[in-house]
């Protein structure tokens, strides 16, 4: 077992996804869309969620697919990305035509994150977002950046840079697991030396970075240095948050996607120290391909706990290859 050739949620054959980032307003959108509609589902944690859509994939919701998935910065303005989506899809006939003549009309569920204080000019007459959409549809592909770019290029996590991070599991039989996340956390993603990952345990490779942490380091304190919640006079309810995604290549009912997602919360809480709080408006979608068998449908339960649990991984190699990624960013803009 191993990454995919790109370690990106992108290894889910039939995914892509694309950024459009407003450098002046340190903001930005990033979307992943699917080339046929995708079976899907959401688990909220957090206590502030910003969302668009959720209820159309509860399980016993009429929908139960997405055509495409946006993650916005701009808090509440951002949820004005998916009219952008939802519009160029609707465009190129994407969507449920309920009656003829009628719009194409593409399900496209949403997640922000609060960038608003966090550097950047927003003193704007119109908020950005929805052509922020429409731009992040028309640059998705297989390959895409990581760090400060799209959703995640006003985000913190933490006292440090956050932004958008990725990875992918193959597990063998063709079955491909991936998350993509934007990491706006109050939560830390390094262990309270500064430099080592929570998640490090999880790493493949040196993906980001390779430390590992000294035998001092303990995770007694639950608020541990480096964390916002180390500064709790300044916190603020809806300003963070972890909005992510896992996707899989398995045959996933809406419920199983459900069971994905609430799996890959785990990831969150393994790379975020500490993850879900009060403050946060954490969310996960997972969405199934579909385009994998399973080689032994008889033990489908035992096949979905193994996705859940490789997505759980996942989602804490993308956090910690997000913030790392755009600290790499920082670190080299302040050098300069």
Not at 128 to 142: D, F, I, K
Not at 224 to 253: D, K, M, Y
């Amino acid at each position: 077992m191993g990454p995919g050739p790109l370690n990106l949620i992108t290894d889910v054959a039939g995914l892509a996804v694309g950024h459009a980032t407003d450098e002046p307003a340190a903001t930005g959108v990033t979307t992943l869309v699917g080339t046929k509609p995708l079976a899907a589902a959401v688990d909220v944690r957090g206590g502030a969620p910003g969302t668009r859509e959720t209820d159309a994939l509860a399980a016993d919701a009429l929908v139960g697919h997405a055509h495409a998935i946006v993650l916005a910065g701009g808090s509440v303005f951002g949820l004005a990305a998916a009219d952008g989506v939802a519009t160029e899809l609707s465009r190129a006939g994407i969507g449920f035509r309920l009656t003829e003549h009628t719009h194409s009309t593409p399900i496209v569920p949403t997640a922000v994150l609060h960038d608003l204080g966090h550097g950047g000019d927003k003193n704007w007459a119109e908020p950005p977002y929805r052509e922020l959409g429409r731009e992040s549809l028309t640059r998705a592909g297989a390959g895409f950046a990581l760090g400060a770019v799209g959703a995640g290029r006003g985000a913190r996590a933490g006292q440090v840079a956050g932004g958008i991070g990725s990875a992918s599991l193959e597990l063998g039989d063709g079955l491909v697991v991936g998350a993509l996340v934007a990491v706006n956390s109050i939560g830390s993603a390094l262990m309270p030396d500064g430099r080592t990952f929570w998640a490090w345990p999880f790493e493949i490779g040196a993906e980001f970075g390779g430390e590992r942490p000294r035998p001092s380091v303990s995770a007694v304190d639950p608020a541990p240095a480096g964390s916002r919640l180390a500064l709790i006079g300044q916190l603020r309810a809806g300003t963070s948050t972890v909005i992510g995604i896992v996707a899989t290549s398995a045959p996933l009912t809406g419920a199983e996607c459900h069971r994905l997602a609430v799996m890959a919360h785990d990831g969150i809480a393994r790379g975020v120290r500490p993850s879900h709080t009060p403050f946060d408006g954490d969310v996960i979608f997972a969405v199934s391909t579909g385009i994998t068998p399973l080689a032994e449908d008889r033990l489908r339960a035992a096949h979905l706990a193994r996705l859940g649990s490789a997505a759980a991984d996942c989602m804490a190699r993308a956090i910690a290859r997000g913030v790392y990624e755009a600290n790499l960013t920082a670190r080299a803009a302040a050098d300069h």
